[in-house]
């Protein structure tokens, strides 16, 4: 009789692979007080934390981003009130206009999430203190000069589109150690790490493969330039790109509930 082998683990990968979780998707519940933030905190917190301990990471390691775009200024202070103190925002003008109307809570910061034409990277410069879809030299440029002109520094993530959809912002992966190097010169512009949105499919090893992309090329990378952050995973796949060495999940209707406006109005024809 012959033995079977016993399948070789792979680095990561668990023994039964995490699942999305898209069958939440525009389900989660809306947080109406202080305590439903700090009870869906509490709840994504734990994720995180059973993520990292399937894969022997220190969840110190993992930095939740709440993502808050679509939320009225009600909201994003009940948000503030149970912990939240930089905020992810899809657009650029709700962003800016957030900014101004709680201009009163000194220790709010926002990070600038969605891509950004380069006519509104003047306002980026103003205000932001992350931001984490850059994929164009064009808007670096614009960026770096207002920055300059403001006297600030820009966290910046570099977007890569792991999922090879043509609707999805982001460089191909084989452009961005080019792109990298040409950001070299821009002082003001301080480059933590990429970033990536994964396919939206309930199938994991699709989902999976998105964020094992991205950790490959930040390993490919990390000769020229050092150990970089990796930007990846939402409400319904923080786990998997936790499994897979993500380092920023950015985390909107685990946190904040449901959200009334259609998912293609942030990412073009998903
Ligand atoms: C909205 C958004 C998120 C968060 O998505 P949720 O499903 O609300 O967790 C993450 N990243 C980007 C770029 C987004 O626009």
């Known amino acids: 009789m012959i033995k079977s082998t016993q399948p070789v683990a792979s680095d990561t990968v668990p023994d039964a692979p995490?699942?999305?979780?898209?069958?939440?998707?525009?389900?989660?519940?809306?947080?109406?007080?202080?305590?439903?933030?700090?009870?869906?905190?509490?709840?994504?917190?734990?994720?995180?934390?059973?993520?990292?301990?399937?894969?022997?990471r220190d969840p110190a390691q993992v930095r939740l981003l709440p993502v808050s775009k679509t939320m009225d200024e009600a909201h994003i202070r009940l948000a503030h009130q149970a912990g939240c103190f930089l905020l992810g925002e899809n657009k650029v003008q709700?962003?800016?206009?957030?900014?101004?109307?709680?201009?009163?809570?000194?220790d709010l910061r926002w990070s600038v999430i969605g891509h950004l034409q380069s006519n509104k990277a003047k306002l980026v410069a103003k205000f932001a203190s992350e931001f984490q879809a850059l994929d164009s030299l064009h808007t670096a440029e614009i960026l770096d000069r207002r920055l300059q002109a403001e006297g600030r520094t820009l966290d910046v993530f570099v977007q890569v589109n792991t999922s090879n959809e043509p609707s999805k912002y982001g460089l191909a992966a084989d452009?961005?150690?080019?792109?990298?190097?040409?950001?070299?010169?821009?002082?003001?512009?301080?480059?933590?790490?990429?970033?990536?949105?994964?396919?939206?499919?309930?199938?994991?090893?699709?989902?999976?493969?998105?964020?094992?992309?991205?950790?490959?090329?930040?390993?490919?990378?990390?000769?020229?330039?050092?150990?970089?952050?990796?930007?990846?995973?939402?409400?319904?796949?923080?786990?998997?790109?936790?499994?897979?060495?993500?380092?920023?999940v950015r985390v909107g209707q685990a946190i904040f509930g449901a959200r009334s406006l259609p998912d293609d109005y942030f990412w073009p024809s998903r």
């Not at 998105?210 to 490959?216: E, I, N, T």
């Not at 930007?231 to 319904?236: A, D, L, V």
């Open 175 to 248: 452009e961005v150690a080019a792109f990298m190097l040409k950001l070299r010169p821009f002082s003001c512009l301080r480059v933590q790490g990429l970033m990536t949105l994964a396919e939206f499919s309930s199938d994991a090893v699709r989902v999976r493969a998105c964020f094992v992309r991205l950790r490959q090329l930040s390993q490919q990378l990390a000769q020229q330039h050092g150990a970089l952050q990796l930007s990846m995973g939402m409400s319904g796949d923080f786990e998997i790109a936790i499994e897979e060495g993500a380092t920023v």
């Open 94 to 106: 709700e962003a800016w206009g957030k900014a101004q109307a709680m201009a009163d809570l000194t």
């Open 18 to 56: 995490t699942q999305p979780r898209h069958e939440m998707h525009n389900r989660w519940p809306r947080a109406e007080s202080v305590s439903d933030f700090q009870a869906n905190l509490a709840a994504v917190q734990a994720r995180i934390d059973a993520a990292c301990l399937r894969v022997n």
